[in-house]
């Protein structure tokens, strides 16, 4: 069974700090880019990062950029996002998304077929 699982979402104060992980199951991650993306309630899903297949290329919305660092373990078929200086317009569900081919716009979630079922990112005083 093909499966995507997110951990690691919870209450943080405003400025704190968190690490989600996108750990795989059923399938050889290594292969795939991954991508993070969140959904606010009333607001449309969007791409926060991505990362390569092989870990060597990055990709940050700006509004995560120099706060937000995303890295994989192969070996642990699992893919994290460290998310630092959290703001509360950062409060989301969050989600990992898997794709063989990723495209020219890595922040389009139809190009990416195998989805976890999110974790809840609440940033708040």
């Known amino acids: 069974q093909v499966e995507l699982v997110e951990s690691g979402g919870g209450l943080v104060q405003p400025g704190g700090s968190l690490r989600l992980s996108c750990a795989a199951s059923g399938f050889t991650l290594s292969y795939y880019a991954v991508g993070w993306f969140r959904q606010a309630p009333g607001k449309e899903r969007e791409g926060v990062s991505c990362i390569s297949s092989s870990g060597g290329t990055t990709y940050y919305a700006d509004s995560v950029k120099g706060r937000f660092t995303i890295s994989r373990d192969n070996a642990k078929n699992t893919v994290y996002l460290q998310m630092n200086s959290l703001k509360p317009e950062d409060t989301a569900v969050y989600y990992c998304?898997?794709?063989?081919?990723?495209?020219?716009?890595?922040?389009?979630?139809?190009?990416?077929?195998?989805w976890g079922q999110g974790t809840q990112v609440t940033v708040s005083s």
């Open positions: 998304a898997a794709t063989l081919l990723l495209g020219a716009t890595w922040t389009d979630p139809t190009g990416f077929a195998s």
